[in-house]
């Protein structure tokens, strides 16, 4: 694998992933902190290694790479989060992250797969949560015909798949496909995982900024099968 993850297997061919690529690789590698980097890297339970830039100082990078580049298509953004997904340290997936939540409108339901990709490698939630809300909510949102295979998510063994499926809607508000939002909730009721539990939580909170009281008539019913974390978190603004 080169410095510029060109050896991403998968990822198409892209003249304008090659430009970004070498010029992010370039731009981010000289603003490195070392010392910054392992606070980082120890904040994210080892997930992966870390240049050590912070959130402000990356974005404002990221628009000097970005600067003067062409609008891409669908297999741009696959060939750069593909290739950027291919490089250690975590800035470079911040980086796809927030190119695909800008860009996913460029892309069609043919992009789900390199999507569940990215959230099943090197899954950790401050990349899963962005691309669960932004890029697969955005792209089922796109193409309704995706919630198919939301429902092969949400019972798949992966927990960050899973955790996914529940977060998609996250941004929907009065568009929440609310039986399926329900059914996902209590098809992984019983997960034991802490981030799944979270998620369900989290979702029926969002949510719950729309419709309270169908929020709490659910839970009204349906207590008992979830963790106390899951309740407490979907009750946090709304009360009991």
């Not at 089922?140 to 998609?168: E, F, G, N």
């Not at 496909?177 to 981030?195: E, I, K, M, N, T």
Request: aromatic content about 10%; hydrophobic content about 45%; overall charge positive.
């Amino acid at each position: 694998m080169t410095v510029t993850g060109a050896g991403a297997a998968g990822a198409p061919p892209s003249v304008l992933a090659d430009t970004v690529l070498e010029r992010l690789s370039a731009v981010y590698a000289g603003a490195a902190d070392p010392v910054r980097a392992a606070g980082m890297r120890a904040y994210m339970k080892d997930v992966a290694p870390f240049l050590g830039i912070p959130t402000p100082d990356r974005r404002a990078l990221s628009r000097t790479v970005l600067a003067g580049t062409p609008r891409p298509d669908e297999a741009d953004c696959a060939a750069i989060a593909l290739r950027c997904w291919a490089l250690p340290q975590r800035e470079y997936h911040y980086f796809a992250v927030d190119y695909l939540r800008r860009h996913v409108g460029r892309c069609s339901s043919a992009f789900l797969p390199t999507a569940r990709r990215l959230v099943a490698t090197v899954s950790w939630w401050d990349t899963v949560d962005l691309l669960a809300a932004h890029v697969v909510g955005g792209l089922v949102a796109a193409d309704p015909r995706l919630t198919a295979d939301m429902d092969a998510w949400i019972a798949d063994d992966d927990l960050w798949v899973a955790r996914s499926a529940l977060l998609h809607q996250l941004r929907y508000k009065d568009r929440t496909d609310v039986d399926r939002l329900f059914a996902y909730c209590l098809r992984q009721s019983g997960h034991p995982d802490f981030f799944v539990r979270k998620a369900i939580g989290w979702c029926l909170r969002e949510y719950a900024k729309t419709a309270p009281d169908a929020v709490r008539a659910f839970l009204a019913r349906e207590r008992g099968r979830f963790a106390p974390l899951s309740v407490r978190e979907a009750l946090k603004n709304i009360g009991e």
